[in-house]
């Protein structure tokens, strides 16, 4: 595969989830970013912005298996990643595979559960494998867990622990339709009260197992100079001393965004970084990572504007 090829890959993936989904542009381009970076995906938005229907679409025009747990405040981490039954008729333990065992994860409302629940999860978004009673099985390649909060409802919600936040990618608030979006997504949906079905728009499964993999390994041919490193490395670093942020990125934060850049200049058509790759994914990166001072919060700033401050403090490189 050569960058035409992935451009071409890029195109016929919007053009699939367009069959279904209206608008939403940015979230497949930050998805198919965040699948061929090897990382994972928190989108929140009001009940009703196509979430769900968005995962599955993406994933039907990907060819990947797709599994969806609906997070409670009753699910157990078994049942996330599965457990040994006793079988009676041979005598012997059999591993019940949970719902984690497949390529793309839906989490749905994963806010809507404790943090012992949620921590089931650390340990196959970071090292893609699960480990019961004691032996590890290994997932994927490709694995993503896409999980989904609603930001408005929070009776009965655990905020996410900073350790498991610091393990996605990119975090995207999905906001509501313009007036004209919204008036064709009435002209499509309109005659449906429930989730329409995928195969009733013509969705095809345009990218196979191996066109992904072939795109995954082009990526690694992307150029990063010494310059954008060091003004990658600089911006993150910036978090961790400004005086609106108690709490800064990690260092993890800088290798996926380094990744992601990659990632970008290639669906750009590009074998190599510019700072602009750089400057827009500093938000979807950074802003679920960062802890806001206490009188930042009284004064109402959000984690986007320190962002956009630190983004026009650090120089970028011409």
Do not use: W
């Amino acid at each position: 595969m050569d960058l035409e090829a992935l451009q071409s890959l890029r195109v016929s993936v919007k053009q699939q989830v367009a069959k279904v989904i209206v608008g939403q542009e940015a979230a497949v381009d930050l998805m198919l970013t965040a699948l061929l970076a090897d990382g994972h995906m928190l989108l929140e938005g009001v009940p009703g912005t196509a979430k769900t229907l968005l995962a599955r679409t993406f994933a039907t025009c990907l060819s990947m298996a797709f599994g969806r747990i609906q997070f409670t405040p009753d699910l157990m981490p078994g049942d996330v990643i599965g457990t040994n039954v006793f079988n009676f008729q041979t005598n012997a333990f059999v591993l019940t595979r949970g719902p984690v065992f497949t390529q793309l994860l839906l989490a749905d409302e994963i806010n809507r559960t404790p943090p012992k629940t949620q921590a089931a999860l650390l340990e196959a978004m970071q090292e893609r494998s699960v480990t019961i009673d004691g032996r590890s099985h290994p997932l994927g390649p490709p694995f993503m867990v896409l999980a989904t909060q609603n930001p408005i409802e929070q009776q009965g919600t655990y905020p996410l622990p900073e350790a498991q936040l610091d393990r996605f990618l990119f975090k995207l608030t999905l906001a509501y339709p313009s007036r004209a979006e919204e008036m064709a997504i009435v002209a499509r949906h309109g005659s449906n009260t429930i989730m329409p079905r995928i195969s009733e728009f013509g969705v095809e499964a345009t990218v196979t197992p191996e066109a992904l993999a072939a795109a995954r390994q082009l990526i690694v041919a992307v150029r990063l100079n010494d310059d954008i490193v060091a003004y990658i490395v600089d911006l993150v670093r910036a978090t961790r001393e400004h005086s609106s942020l108690q709490f800064g990125a990690s260092p993890r934060a800088t290798n996926m965004l380094a990744s992601a850049a990659r990632v970008l200049a290639a669906l750009s058509g590009r074998d190599f970084v510019i700072p602009d790759d750089v400057k827009f994914l500093v938000a979807p990166t950074l802003r679920h990572r960062l802890v806001l001072a206490p009188g930042a919060e009284m004064e109402g700033l959000r984690a986007d504007e320190v962002l956009a401050q630190i983004v026009d403090q650090i120089a970028a490189p011409r």
